[in-house]
């Protein structure tokens, strides 16, 4: 931010973070310390005195009323030649402004540079860092100055950056790393690497599998393991590839999570063996007419599986809810008279596991049985849109 603001006149910085202390003590503080002349304390502003359009400035919600300064009309009309846009802690920004800054980065000489740590799976952040529009630089807390300097029994040249001792303390935490000591063979050692382990110390030939925690917070990587998160990216984009088949005889399973008004959707997500066949969406439509919707589902089948017809369809409706989906479940039994190969039940979220050892309800017992799915190869998306 100072090397841009002094190196090109009339440029203005405009910088922001989740908080307004992010802003105020951790960004602006360490803009402060590397200015000669640096503003005082509390400001977060450095202006030109010779030119009123050169300045830097920081914004956030507003300390006391919580405001957002970035979605206010007079940021949105901010423009200039040389314009650059700072997000710290970028995974943390809030959708909002992210949109707010497409409408400023608009010259040739405009600018837009996001900092964080990459701890999240989704939204702007890490849409940002997968469009290739942008230029993303990994850094690894393996590769500072600091850590080199350890390695050579040397003190940090950087003190209070990431340490030595920091690292070996989290590369014994099996909540951050698996110790997997020597590979056997290179094509081990390969099969590691592809797997995103990493060896450390350098040459050492020790190596270590990363948890998501590692992967984010140590190597500069989004992770692939998942930190607080059922689900992995790796796993869903394995399964977008899988070439994994239903066997003859399996049956056709329909789900449907029921909404009726409102901002909700109804879902329908069928699968056949590994494979997830169908998914649909829809809103504002009552039980009578979902009910008819999912009888037109049924119909379909010829058209989706051709001649491997299943013999055996079960059609599971989720009442957790409560009426709606009992409603259509309910309509349902009475349409289904024609179709005797269709098993129809009802699913609640509370209700007891199957496993009541492992999963408090059957909510998580779902979740967690197709995680494993996924992290286990056996499950296919390829064949949906």
């Known amino acids: 931010m100072n090397w841009y603001f002094d190196s090109f006149p009339r440029s203005i910085v405009i910088t922001t973070a989740p908080t307004f202390q992010q802003v105020e003590k951790q960004l602006w503080g360490e803009i402060r310390a590397q200015r000669v002349l640096p503003p005082i304390p509390g400001v977060i502003q450095i202006k030109d005195p010779s030119d009123p359009l050169h300045y830097a400035i920081g914004r956030s919600p507003s300390k006391r009323s919580g405001r957002d300064e970035m979605g206010s009309q007079a940021f949105q009309g901010t423009h200039a030649e040389d314009l650059l846009v700072v997000f710290d802690e970028g995974a943390g920004v809030a959708s909002d402004r992210w949109k707010v800054v497409d409408g400023l980065i608009v010259g040739s000489r405009n600018k837009f540079l996001v900092i964080g740590n990459p701890v999240v799976t989704a939204g702007d952040y890490f849409d940002a860092a997968r469009d290739p529009r942008w230029h993303v630089i990994e850094i690894s807390a393996l590769d500072h100055p600091n850590i080199q300097a350890g390695l050579e029994g040397k003190a940090d040249p950087f003190p209070g950056a990431v340490s030595l001792m920091w690292v070996e303390d989290k590369l014994t935490d099996e909540s951050w790393c698996e110790y997997l000591e020597h590979p056997e063979d290179d094509e081990e050692r390969k099969s590691w690497i592809e797997d995103g382990c990493f060896e450390f110390p350098p040459e050492s030939d020790e190596w270590y599998r990363p948890s998501g925690l590692a992967e984010a917070r140590m190597l500069g990587k989004f992770p692939t393991r998942g930190i607080n998160s059922v689900w992995t990216y790796q796993w869903i984009e394995q399964a977008t590839y899988s070439e994994a088949h239903w066997v003859p005889g399996e049956p056709w399973e329909i789900g449907v999570d029921v909404a009726r008004f409102g901002d909700d959707s109804t879902s329908v997500h069928t699968r056949r063996g590994p494979v997830s066949v169908t998914h649909d969406t829809w809103r504002k439509m009552d039980t009578m007419a979902t009910a008819n919707r999912l009888i037109k589902l049924l119909e379909s089948q010829g058209k989706i599986f051709g001649e491997d017809l299943p013999t055996r369809i079960i059609l599971r409706v989720d009442t957790t809810g409560g009426d709606v989906g009992v409603g259509v479940a309910d309509r349902l039994g009475e349409l289904l008279e024609p179709y005797p190969n269709v098993?129809?039940?009802?699913?609640?979220?509370?209700?007891?596991?199957?496993?009541?050892?492992?999963?408090?309800?059957?909510?998580?017992?779902?979740?967690?049985?197709?995680?494993?799915?996924?992290?286990?190869?056996?499950?296919?998306?390829?064949?949906?849109?």
């Open 343 to 385: 098993e129809l039940q009802t699913i609640g979220a509370k209700e007891k596991p199957y496993d009541q050892r492992k999963y408090q309800n059957k909510r998580s017992e779902l979740w967690f049985t197709a995680a494993t799915w996924g992290q286990t190869g056996n499950l296919n998306l390829s064949k949906l849109p």
